[in-house]
């Protein structure tokens, strides 16, 4: 069954249109009927026709985040599909009647055959195909920083963790240490100790203090605990075994003792030793907790300065290093899980650009993600920077698998990708590419197997307006 011309008739696309483009279209086009729910194409397949919905509507879904989701209705008097003059290839998503429909279906071996009968026709085409790709970019843009920002939060979920079960976890031994200590001391106050014995303990506590930031081999420290070991238990010193460790990690040693004893009476040196090691063990736990909490607060300020949430978006002089430490930072927990080290070759004299640093970091986030992707376990990931007449030169260089000669050059096109269904939109190197073509700059690759390298090439002067 065909359509007739009054039929396209009534649809704004064919309004003031040749009657002899509506009878070709009702000849040579196909008219299909949908229930809801059916599928008019499906992702992957060769993009062979074009569609217009006469009734009903139709709704294109693209798998994000693992998930399928609306993301363009097609309804009456509308296009979708191959269009005329596009480059697509194939349907990079579902489309699915969303309610009982009919639309006229044109195959693109037909296309030149139609324009000729009407260049108004091509026109209109022209400007839904311009609308439908600013429309595709804005998505894939979208997707490209929702797919990244997941992965991103991930690792970044995982280092606040760290830190935040650090926090947890001393505050509470903390506060038993806290209560059992000073229930001690309670008890030593009661005695009447003399002026000399306080004076030896906190002779001991600055010694201890003084040599806190002392590190000792696996040798050294096995040697010390033993010498403690054996000094406490000649003296029946009560739970020497608890005080060994206390005292090592701190940087005392027997002498110490030693010195300590000939001030305190042999009756309070059992007590006066378990003060200096309550002591330690409370202010070990409070730098712990500072400690923990300077990484959560360095974290978070890594993430604003990655994010630029603050600023706007217009190119200001921005710092390559910064941006390069902190998009590094947001990949902390990626880089450990594969015990990937990185090696820094930053120019000491490198100028700051004209840029947008959130772009920027963008771009940075892609080619790190991928090479951590291509890299395995105990790999090297080398950042390199200089400047020249030319610019500034940023080079990301991986010891991964490589990217093979035969699909290098498609590495910067939409959708491609290496990666398995879900794991990669294939829109990262694409969209890396724009940004720093928005900066007047150039991307580059050159890879061999073991050897992967991103140059990024950007002006030293501010862009023209």
């Not at 000399?196 to 203090?209: F, H, Y």
């Not at 330690?280 to 730098?287: C, H, L, P």
């Amino acid at each position: 069954m065909k359509f007739t011309p009054d039929e396209l008739r009534s649809l704004t696309l064919f309004n003031d249109l040749p009657e002899k483009l509506l009878e070709w279209l009702c000849t040579h086009g196909n008219r299909i009927e949908l229930a809801i729910q059916d599928r008019m194409f499906t992702r992957g397949h060769s993009a062979d026709y074009m569609f217009v919905v006469v009734e009903g509507t139709i709704h294109r879904y693209h798998e994000i985040g693992g998930q399928w989701l609306v993301v363009a209705t097609t309804t009456r008097g509308q296009v979708t599909g191959m269009l005329p003059y596009s480059r697509m290839t194939h349907y990079p998503g579902h489309s699915v009647a969303a309610a009982p429909s009919v639309v006229l279906r044109i195959d693109k071996q037909k296309f030149n055959e139609m324009l000729a009968i009407s260049h108004e026709f091509g026109q209109r085409l022209v400007t839904e195909m311009s609308n439908r790709v600013r429309a595709d970019v804005r998505l894939e843009q979208q997707q490209e920083k929702m797919a990244s920002l997941g992965r991103l939060s991930a690792g970044l979920a995982h280092e606040l963790n760290n830190p935040a079960a650090a926090i947890r976890s001393t505050s509470a031994s903390l506060a038993k240490k806290l209560v059992a200590h000073t229930a001690f001391i309670r008890g030593l106050a009661r005695i009447d100790l003399k002026e000399e014995v306080i004076d030896a303990i906190e002779n001991l506590l600055s010694v201890a203090s003084e040599r806190n930031s002392i590190e000792l081999t696996s040798l050294q420290r096995s040697e010390r605990e033993e010498e403690l070991s054996n000094w406490l238990e000649e003296r029946s010193i009560p739970e020497a075994w608890a005080l060994v460790g206390i005292f090592a990690q701190a940087g005392l040693n027997a002498g110490d003792l030693e010195q300590t004893e000939k001030s305190i009476p042999g009756i309070f040196l059992g007590n006066a030793l378990a003060w200096v090691a309550g002591d330690i063990e409370i202010d070990r736990m409070v730098d712990e907790i500072k400690m923990s909490a300077a990484r959560v607060s360095e974290l978070v300020s890594s993430i604003k300065s990655y994010s630029h949430m603050d600023q706007s978006i217009e190119h200001k002089p921005t710092d390559v290093h910064e941006g390069l430490d902190n998009t590094l930072k947001m990949f902390g927990h990626k880089l450990n899980q594969k015990n990937i080290q990185i090696s820094r070759k930053y120019s000491p004299d490198l100028p700051a650009i004209p840029g947008n640093a959130g772009e920027l970091n963008q771009v940075w986030t892609c080619i790190i993600d991928n090479a951590i992707d291509a890299m395995g376990d105990g790999g090297i990931l080398s950042i390199e920077t200089n400047s020249s007449d030319l610019g500034v030169d940023i080079k990301i260089i991986d010891d991964g698998t490589g990217i093979p000669e035969d699909i290098r050059h498609a590495i910067f096109d939409p959708f491609f990708t290496t990666k398995g269904v879900g794991q990669g939109t294939g829109l990262g190197l694409d969209i890396a590419r724009r940004i720093v073509r928005t900066h007047q700059g150039q991307i580059e690759v050159r890879s061999r197997p073991g050897r992967t390298e991103m140059l990024v090439r950007l002006p030293t002067t501010p862009r023209e307006i």
